[in-house]
């Protein structure tokens, strides 16, 4: 399988950070092909004075998404990522909203988009149980990434 994913940083040795995580991709979840080059950025859904440091790279693997998801977490928390962004689900009016709160890290990994052995993109949407109640745990292709010039910029530089 052939994945897309994106790196950001924004606090401590950011490029050194990434470079750290790319290394743990490629031992941990598969052959790296290929990255963009750094795309510094504003903070993105918050305020903050630390600049992000991104980049896209393309990651052949023979785990399926979920696994991938998994493994990435535990080179976000290897590297010093103590806190995921914060999901609040609120109702008014019949109205189901969701509301991101969003925080410096040390690192982030986000499955961007992902592509089976014979080129077909796949689309899905991960739901489990935690704590009673029903959770997205993964989306794909990611649902935020065509807002965001961060992903948009470095994965144009690397996806063919």
Not at 114 to 139: H, R, W, Y
Request: hydrophobic share 35%.
């Amino acid at each position: 399988m052939l994945y897309y994913l994106s790196l950001g940083a924004n606090l401590g040795d950011r490029e050194q950070t990434i470079k750290q995580a790319l290394e743990l991709i490629e031992q941990q979840v598969g052959h790296v092909l290929r990255c963009s080059s750094f795309f510094y950025s504003a903070p993105w859904g918050f305020e903050s004075e630390n600049e992000f440091c991104n980049l896209c790279c393309a990651v052949e693997s023979s785990q399926d998404p979920l696994s991938v998801l998994r493994l990435t977490q535990t080179i976000e928390r290897a590297l010093g990522r103590t806190q995921k962004t914060q999901i609040i689900k609120h109702q008014t009016s019949n109205i189901k909203h969701q509301t991101s709160i969003y925080s410096d890290r040390t690192i982030d990994i986000d499955l961007i988009r992902a592509f089976d052995d014979s080129g077909n993109e796949i689309n899905c949407q991960n739901n489990q149980m935690v704590n009673d109640q029903m959770v997205n745990v993964l989306t794909l292709p990611h649902p935020l990434w065509q807002e965001r010039d961060f992903v948009k910029i470095p994965l144009a530089e690397i996806m063919p």
